[in-house]
């Protein structure tokens, strides 16, 4: 599975961004899809998930209420949609597909694919 992420950018605190990842190669409806998001130094950190079965959805403490993760199935792709962005929002954003557990779900490890990353940067 290939996995094209894009829609970061740079913004000002309180504004929004949807990232976008396109999947090649196979079905998302197959695959628990994550997003996660890395700061230069620092481990890759888990920000939001929506399950294969049954399309449930999970976020961190700190996406949760600001960001919103969905899946158009007929498009293979996911989205990331994020508003009220904060400069510690700033990092690389990755999305990920595989199949862990239900209680591994915020795991890097359990990921399979990723996608390149998308930069979203949060001025001040």
């Known amino acids: 599975v290939q996995l094209q992420a894009c829609g970061g950018g740079l913004v000002q605190a309180g504004a929004s961004l949807r990232l976008s990842c396109v999947a090649s190669g196979g079905t998302i409806r197959t695959y628990t899809m994550g997003w996660f998001r890395q700061v230069s130094g620092k481990e890759r950190e888990f920000v939001a998930v929506?399950?294969?079965?049954?399309?449930?959805?999970f976020y961190s403490d700190s996406a949760k209420g600001r960001s919103t993760i969905s899946r158009d199935i007929a498009k293979n792709t996911v989205y990331l949609q994020m508003d009220n962005l904060k400069p510690e929002d700033t990092a690389v954003y990755f999305c990920?597909?595989?199949?862990?557990?239900?209680?591994?779900?915020?795991?890097?490890?359990?990921?399979?694919?990723w996608g390149q990353g998308t930069l979203v940067t949060v001025s001040s």
């Open positions: 990920a597909a595989g199949r862990p557990i239900l209680s591994a779900i915020t795991l890097s490890s359990m990921y399979y694919y």
């Open positions: 929506v399950t294969s079965s049954g399309g449930r959805t």
